[in-house]
């Protein structure tokens, strides 16, 4: 079956850096997925990696992708206060159309 | 942004009731979502489309029906509201191409309250 788990809350001064981990049952991944949402929006992909990179990095953006323990994590480096919203990590398999989302985590960053 | 509008955005209904909510697409993409969003939960798929009239259920279907006669439109109807459908509601699209990434472009959402 499918499953997607992540932490619920997770809180860091403004500079520090973020990690916001993930993990995922399915080892049939093909690609899985950040979405970043704001309060009062809808979700907003972040950034994304295919099943058979390790690492992918966009400016602040880290993905790491540990696929023997289907661990997937999100480093922010340099938080700021705007970057405070909740994060959904998403998985999606050949044989499905649509996404599996995680359960999100709310990044609070404290001045 | 993508050019996905849902509505209503807010609407408040009483148990047994009947609601239709409506989401609409300028991006003429293949594919419709509706999800809802509710606390511990994330984000968990009712229904998609993948195509004029060709709808499939997710994993939480159970007192809801969609409908989609038209490219853009894709409709999601409670046939008979009840309080554990209070919830909110997003519509997301994407243009799913075989062995490409699936970038969902999400709606606002619709705040779904059932007394």
């Known amino acids: 079956g499918e499953d997607v788990e992540q932490s619920l809350f997770l809180s860091v001064r403004e500079g520090d850096s973020s990690v916001i981990n993930c993990t995922y049952t399915?080892?049939?991944?093909?690609?899985l997925y950040w979405y970043k949402q704001e309060p009062g929006a809808g979700l907003q992909l972040l950034t994304y990696?295919?099943?058979?990179?390790d690492m992918k990095q966009d400016q602040r953006l880290t993905v790491l992708l540990n696929k023997k323990d289907k661990h997937l994590s999100l480093r922010i480096a340099d938080t700021q206060t705007g970057d405070s919203a909740i994060y959904f990590c998403?998985?999606?398999?050949?044989?499905?159309?649509?996404?599996?989302f995680g359960s999100g985590t709310r990044l609070q960053v404290q001045p | 942004d993508a050019g996905i509008t849902q509505s209503p955005r807010h609407k408040v209904t009483e148990t047994g009731t009947p609601v239709t909510l409506r989401c609409h697409q300028t991006?003429?993409?293949?594919?419709m979502y509706w999800y809802r969003q509710d606390p511990g939960h994330g984000l968990r798929l009712i229904h998609y489309?993948?195509?004029?009239?060709?709808?499939d259920k997710g994993e939480v279907s159970d007192g809801y029906s969609v409908s989609r006669s038209k490219t853009e439109d894709f409709l999601l109807t409670l046939e008979s509201a009840t309080s554990s459908q209070t919830s909110v509601y997003f519509c997301?699209?994407?243009?799913?191409?075989?062995?490409?990434?699936?970038?969902?472009?999400f709606g606002p959402g619709t705040r779904l309250t059932v007394l």
């Open positions: 399915d080892s049939s991944s093909t690609y």
């Open positions: 991006e003429n993409h293949r594919y």
């Open positions: 998403a998985e999606s398999i050949r044989s499905r159309r649509a996404l599996t």
């Open positions: 990696i295919f099943s058979n990179m």
């Open positions: 489309s993948y195509g004029v009239k060709d709808t």
């Open positions: 997301a699209i994407s243009e799913l191409q075989r062995g490409r990434y699936n970038e969902q472009f």
